[in-house]
């Protein structure tokens, strides 16, 4: 039995708890505040700073791991490699997180390490840096901060006049202590899809079928499995996962963006953990969902492969107000729908747009996913978070 650290504690978190709990794991959920998702159901938890290195370092001291499961961004990670030199398997690896909590570490290991098609993009540590970004990558543009999570921060620069607001808000979404952005030139895309990508530490790698989602203010709204794309486009995807993911080092679970264009497949992004548009697996798409596949690879359990068993959909349940003890209408009316489930992650506050379950929708492989999305986006509808 392993004794593994949850670094985030959020809906994601909470999954992976409940897939260690299956087979016999001790978690101990650690988070800024208290009553976090994957604390419900952890053996322990700890409410901390992350960013405060001697707190982070008082925990992991405390209760000596054998594994470091890195969930948000908010982490002091360079501390990882003095942990890893303890014996503690960080995961992917202390490398993998440093690289991937920070845009601009995976960004230039894609682009100008690696040599994967990526938009063009700067780099800018103020308003008048960001300007002369804009300028030389053209407008439109997008803007986000170099640390952030589910589009906190991002926006994309129409005009001129959107430069110093796009700062601000960039500034104000970031996560950590680094006040630095970056902007990319807009990419032409069709589409985005999520290439969920398993490294094992004794067998070769993974992958999931592509899964398709669509964005609100940054975020996304609903994802679904399989997305289309042509063979030459996954086989190029697939690639370049293998060769990022090869460069980090490590095994677990990779969120890998990618952007579909007239002209090939674009890097977008990259995180070293389950992914949110990846939660449409929990509608039973897989033979393994990819909280499973996480675990299952860190654990060094041999995965032997990933089958597509359903086409399926996962659309967001949002809140719309503050509440400090928010409560739901429209259980029962999503609990009745055929082929549909769904997840309240118990947060235990709410504010406008936060993020606060997800409908979940699957139908046979031959039925057009069209269909399972917009069943999903209705089943959302039907529950409201109420103040």
Not at 151 to 180: L, P
């Amino acid at each position: 039995m392993a004794k593994i650290l949850l670094l985030g504690s959020g809906e994601l978190g909470k999954e992976f708890v409940i897939a260690a709990q299956r087979i016999g794991q001790t978690v101990i959920a650690v988070d800024s505040y208290e009553n976090a998702p994957a604390m419900q159901v952890a053996h322990a938890f700890e409410v901390i700073n992350m960013l405060d290195s001697d707190a982070l370092d008082k925990v992991v001291a405390k209760h000596n791991p054998d594994f470091i499961v890195p969930e948000i961004e908010a982490i002091r990670t360079e501390r990882f490699y003095d942990y890893e030199k303890q014996g503690i398997t960080v995961v992917p690896s202390a490398k993998a997180a440093n690289f991937t909590m920070n845009r601009k570490a995976i960004r230039d290991l894609a682009a100008k390490e690696l040599g994967l098609k990526t938009a063009e993009y700067r780099y800018a540590t103020t308003a008048q840096e960001l300007r002369k970004g804009v300028l030389e990558v053209g407008i439109p543009c997008v803007v986000k901060p170099l640390m952030s999570s589910s589009g906190k921060g991002q926006s994309t620069i129409k005009t001129e006049a959107d430069i110093e607001k796009a700062w601000e808000y960039a500034v104000a979404g970031s996560r950590g202590d680094v006040v630095e952005v970056i902007v990319e030139a807009f990419v032409k895309f069709n589409s985005e899809i999520t290439l969920l990508t398993v490294t094992q530490n004794n067998n070769r790698t993974l992958f999931c079928a592509p899964i398709g989602h669509r964005q609100e203010r940054g975020d996304y709204h609903e994802s679904w499995q399989p997305a289309r794309i042509s063979d030459k486009d996954l086989y190029e995807a697939q690639d370049m996962a293998e060769k990022v993911t090869e460069a980090l080092g490590g095994a677990g679970l990779f969120g890998v963006e990618f952007f579909l264009a007239d002209d090939g497949v674009y890097f977008s992004e990259l995180s070293p953990r389950p992914h949110d548009t990846g939660m449409v697996t929990l509608a039973g798409t897989q033979n393994f969902n990819e909280f499973e596949l996480h675990l299952r690879a860190i654990l060094s359990l041999p995965i032997a492969e990933i089958t597509l068993e359903k086409t399926g959909a996962s659309a967001v349940i949002l809140a719309s107000e503050n509440s400090a003890n928010p409560t739901y209408t429209g259980i029962e009316k999503i609990a009745a729908l055929a082929k549909t489930d769904f997840r309240i992650f118990g947060k235990p506050s709410s504010r406008p747009y936060r993020r606060m379950g997800v409908a979940l929708t699957n139908d046979s492989l031959e039925t057009p996913v069209e269909e399972v999305v917009e069943r999903a986006v209705k089943a959302a509808d039907l529950v409201t978070v109420n103040s």
